[in-house]
């Protein structure tokens, strides 16, 4: 863990609301000049705080019409077994977030954006539940996103 002082703070709560702010932009921003809010920027990619900076496209336009989250039950509890689902569901581009989770009858919960229905079922029957052990599927689809943001709490 690294100590964040109050600018350190301020530069990551600006870079989590607009990873496309200039470096003079950001610099005005937090108060300082350029070559310092560079230097400090550039630390907190080092220090592994700063992950990477990404455009978060919106799937409704680019006709991505459906969101499911999927809980997916594992028929063995091994290393290999699970293994061998994340580097399957790593080359599946519809899959945005893959978590191994507990406290629930399943192994794995997913985030899937495809164009529709039609997309989904070929999805879940023509991949997903071909991974070897995989043994069982429970979709939920979304109605709406009450909350969706990409931002930690920096305080």
Known sequence: ??????????????????????????AEKVGLSASPCSRRVKALREAGIIGKTVTVLEPRPLGL?????IHISMDRHTPDRFELFEAEIESYPEVQECYLITGQSSDYVLKVV???????????????????????????????????TTEIPIE
Not at 3 to 21: A, C, E, P
Not at 114 to 132: C, N
Not at 140 to 145: A, E, G, Y
């Open 1 to 26: 863990m690294i100590n964040l002082d109050r600018t350190d703070k301020r530069i990551l709560n600006h870079l989590q609301k607009d990873g496309s702010l200039s470096n003079l932009e950001l």
């Open 65 to 69: 019409n459906l969101t499911a989250l």
């Open 114 to 148: 495809v164009k529709d229905m039609e997309a989904y079922q070929q999805f879940l029957l023509g991949r997903l539940t071909r991974i070897p052990g995989v043994s069982g599927v429970q979709s939920s689809f979304v109605m709406k996103r009450a909350k969706d």
